[in-house]
């Protein structure tokens, strides 16, 4: 049971271009999303975070947008450098209980082309 | 900076045998998480640990074992291991909160002969 599906698997972009990643997600109790960035040789680190009390959220060129009723979620990254391929995660988890554990998507590999 | 160290980059080992993965976190976080990630797949949460000596099982948590016997410390066990565990594995860790962010180690790349 995938509770948190990610598109697209892979990614391709040229420099200063616009990259989105797309996740949805089928559990309505989740009220915490973040997305993971992981550079080749390393663990996967916050990018940024969301809670669905907000439809988006901006940190410099990363945004999120956020649609509660289609329980889908997006990480946009405008003017896309290269030192932005990496592989990006997006996640889940909800309050009470197993608060702190998270449910990730597949990942997506984005390629910024020079 | 929250630093969290595994034992080893690279492993290999062979079918059978007993593996050990060790991680540290320096944060004095409650909560600890074992993840292996394979391509295609993303992160799968194998065990987690959110106070010493407590543990719950994750999506996968079959072939593995796991011991906190100290706070800052939380280790993986293969009791037998088998070709279908090689993978990398990810240890992390994050507060006691709600959404708590959480923190990743370098991973281990794991080969089982």
């Known amino acids: 049971q995938q509770q948190v599906k990610q598109s697209p698997q892979s990614l391709i972009v040229q420099k200063g271009g616009i990259s989105i990643i797309n996740c949805a997600y089928e559990?309505?109790?989740?009220?915490?999303f973040p997305w993971y960035q992981q550079f080749p040789g390393k663990g996967p680190a916050l990018l940024i975070a969301i809670r669905p009390d907000v439809s988006e959220k901006k940190e410099g060129r990363f945004t999120i947008s956020f649609n509660k009723s289609a329980k889908q979620f997006s990480l946009h990254i405008m003017d896309s450098q290269p030192g932005d391929s990496a592989t990006y995660f997006c996640?889940?988890?909800?309050?009470?209980?197993?608060?702190?554990?998270?449910?990730f998507g597949k990942g997506t590999l984005l390629t910024v082309n020079p | 900076d929250v630093k969290v160290t595994q034992s080893s980059r690279y492993l290999v080992k062979r079918t059978g045998e007993k593996v050990f993965l060790e991680c540290v976190q320096d944060?004095?976080?409650?909560?600890m998480f074992w993840y292996r990630q394979d391509p295609g797949l993303g992160l799968r949460l194998i065990y987690f640990?959110?106070?010493?000596?407590?543990?719950e099982k994750g999506d996968i948590p079959e072939g593995y074992s796991v011991s906190r016997e100290k706070k800052e410390r939380f280790s993986l066990i293969l009791e037998s291991a088998s070709t279908n565990q090689t993978s990398m594995y990810l240890c992390?860790?994050?507060?006691?909160?709600?959404?708590?962010?959480?923190?990743f180690g370098p991973g281990t790349r794991l080969t089982v002969l």
């Open positions: 559990n309505t109790a989740f009220d915490y």
């Open positions: 944060m004095d976080h409650e909560n």
């Open positions: 992390a860790s994050s507060l006691w909160v709600s959404g708590g962010e959480q923190f």
């Open positions: 996640a889940a988890s909800k309050s009470g209980g197993s608060n702190y554990k998270l449910t």
């Open positions: 640990s959110y106070d010493v000596k407590m543990k």
